[in-house]
């Protein structure tokens, strides 16, 4: 009898192609019900509205913020032994900022980028101890501003 050994390889590159093809599978499917759902002569209208220098400079602020945010989680990380690349961390942050806007809760996109960044580093607790962390510094930062 035969055993059949696979390449970790192999399945560590057709589990990412599939993640590949999920996430963008969920991209078309939210376009195709955002599409179907909203009058797009009314979101063309909005959009036409729009001054496009005010719209320039709220996704500067939009983007300066959530580098902010991702410098101060992985100040946090670091903090409690987990390193990695403020770039790995920037780019987790802005997918559970993404994903956070579909999810029911406001806090799903924190669970989500918290179990990402757990599942690449192998250490749960400490990445849970962070994002508690930087929820109650935003709590405490939010009840004294």
Known sequence: MAVSVRDPQQRTTRNTLRRYWLGWGLVIFILTVLALTLDLDEVAAAFARVDPAELVAILLLMTLDR?????????????????????????Y???????GTFLPSQ????????????????????????VVMEKVIGILSAVTF
């Open 67 to 91: 580098l902010i945010m991702a410098w101060k989680w992985s100040m946090l990380l670091r903090a409690v032994g987990v390193n990695l690349p403020l770039t790995t961390i920037i780019r």
């Open 93 to 99: 942050y802005y997918q559970g900022t993404l994903s």
């Open 107 to 130: 806090v799903g996109g924190d669970v989500l980028r918290g179990y990402w960044v757990s599942q690449a580093t192998g250490s749960p607790h400490a990445v849970f101890a962070s």
